[in-house]
């Protein structure tokens, strides 16, 4: 009797085992289906500068005709990696959430060249400063990540999932600058994780500190944002405040 038992609690277990694979296969599939596609991609990658834009200016951008961009657009929407705000008689159309800006922040990493030793080939205007969603990356973002960690403004969790949460000298030091820690902390975002940088191959800092910190350096002008790109350029006020701030050194 009891080697029956085993045999049906077994299958039962296989069973399910089996169909959370096939659900989890399913999901996979239908998220990279939707990235995949060209037009799809560099539409998606264009937003990674975390500006929303209309229907119309995505087609230009990723040379396809406006019906073509609305039924792209429609795919990416349902899939959950693009999010639509009707403002008057246009719909602007940005990324769902940090989630997919670090998702493909990693893709552009794996599409890299990886049996080779690593060699940036980031356009330059790009390497420096720019912005993944609604943080910072590039070489100051990677810099600044590190100095985080290492004067304890964040501490990686126990469960070592790239996770990290904020320290009292991280909340006292972002308090100081000026950033509304208690809303911070009762948002439903992480408060800060790894994210790895396309082109430093190494993490920068997102989730909600990331962005406090890009969102505090705007409104302070220590970094401005570039028009028709993800750029972002250091200004002297900048340079002295990133250093007298965060220790980190400027290229300058």
Not at 47 to 54: C, E, K, Q, S, V
């Given at each position: ?14 069973y399910?085992q ?28 264009n ?8 229907s ?21 929407k ?18 769902a ?48 990540h590190?100095?985080l ?21 991280g ?12 809303s ?23 989730g909600?500190?990331g ?7 705007l409104?302070?002008k220590?970094?401005l ?28």
């Open positions: 009797m009891k080697a029956i038992v085993d045999l049906v609690t077994g299958l039962h277990f296989v399910h089996t169909m959370s694979v096939e659900l989890a296969d399913a999901a996979i599939a239908g998220v990279a289906g939707a990235i995949a596609e060209r037009a799809r991609a560099r539409m998606l990658c937003l990674m500068d975390g500006r929303a834009r209309t119309t200016e995505l087609a230009v951008i990723a040379e396809v005709s406006p019906s073509t961009a609305s039924v792209h657009l429609a795919r990416l349902q899939m959950e990696l693009v999010k639509v705000v009707a403002q008057g008689k246009h719909r602007y159309y940005s990324l959430d940090e989630r997919v800006a670090a998702t493909l922040e990693s893709l552009m990493v794996l599409a890299g060249t990886r049996s080779k030793p690593f060699v940036p080939n980031t356009p330059t205007h790009l390497r420096w400063a720019r912005t993944c969603y609604d943080h910072m990356a590039g070489e100051i973002a990677v810099a600044l590190d100095r960690l290492k004067n304890n403004w964040i501490a990686k969790t126990l469960r070592d999932d790239g996770a990290y949460e904020l320290t009292a000298v909340t006292r030091e972002l308090t100081a600058q000026g950033v509304d820690v208690p911070m902390l009762s948002g439903r975002r992480r408060i800060a994780c790894a994210c790895l940088d396309w082109s430093e191959r190494r993490p920068h800092v997102g909600a500190v962005a406090a910190i890009l969102r505090s350096a409104q302070n220590w970094v944002k570039d028009v028709d790109s993800r750029v972002l350029r250091v200004t002297k006020h900048g340079e002295r405040e990133f250093i007298g701030s965060f220790g980190v050194q400027t290229r300058s």
